[in-house]
């Protein structure tokens, strides 16, 4: 015998499906409109605690993300140094910024 069980409450919905007293399938369904847990943010880190190996992370959420060592691709880390902060790439940006600056500091002097 094939028995659906429903539990419907205003943040979650369940059905269960259970034939000849035996489980066989679960289904759970949020009703919170934006589900944060395993998704993907660009942000920074604002906290680092080594003993347990994790940091904090601002997303630019209400709460700060957190971030195990284990969750971090180390080899796709260090390729993202390597291309934005070589020696050569940060005195250029350093460039760019003093002169902006200068720039700026030039038009407002009369």
């Not at 000849?20 to 289904?27: D, M, V």
């Not at 919170?32 to 959420?61: N, W, Y």
């Amino acid at each position: 015998m094939k028995k659906i069980l429903v539990n419907d409450n205003p943040w979650e919905s369940r059905v269960a499906v259970i034939r000849n007293g035996t489980l066989q399938n679960i289904f759970f369904e949020s009703r919170v409109v934006a589900v944060l847990e395993r998704s993907f943010f660009k942000g920074h880190v604002i906290k680092v605690l080594p003993g347990i190996q994790t940091a904090f992370v601002d997303i630019g959420q209400s709460k700060a993300g957190f971030l195990h060592i284990s969750e971090i691709d180390r080899c796709a880390c260090r390729s993202r140094v390597r291309q934005y902060f070589s020696i050569d790439t940060m005195v250029e940006g350093y460039e760019r910024v003093y002169s902006t600056i200068f720039d700026l500091e030039a038009k407002r002097r009369p």
